[in-house]
């Protein structure tokens, strides 16, 4: 980590997902209903959101192709948080195991994460890149799914 603030995202990003996982789960678990898009429902056309909520399903079932058909935005994401979850973990594990008087247990996992000697790991911050790189995934991907759907009549 490179500065307090980091961290304090970091930790917030971390109960927010582990938030955002039960709430998935409670959905999962007492079945309740996901309702229909209302902009498909209106104009026939797909929103920049359609086949976000079915794209998450299919990442918790492991079933990452059809994530990736349902929305690419979902596996993009997840995929770059898990990078920005593991990079951030290994920052505040080398911070620990570099203090003086770091248990044996902190100097243990920071060699197994490749960091022997002691070396201080550097964390993931946030760039308008992966921003950018979102937005840019939501609009491909509507784009695409409503040009088969009008000139193909494909629905996905």
Partial sequence: ????EQKKIFLTSLALAAAFGGLAFAVWALRIPVPPCVFLRLT???CPGCGGTRAFIALLRGQFLRSLIYHPVVLYGA????????????AL?????KRPGASRRARLLNAAAGKWPLKRARGMAFHNGYLYGTVAVILANWAVKNALLCVFHLSM
């Fill in 44 to 46: 026939g056309l797909y």
């Fill in 93 to 97: 594990i080398s911070i620990a195991a």
């Fill in 1 to 4: 980590m490179e500065n307090a």
């Fill in 79 to 90: 995929a770059l948080y898990f990078v920005y979850a593991c990079r951030n973990l290994l």
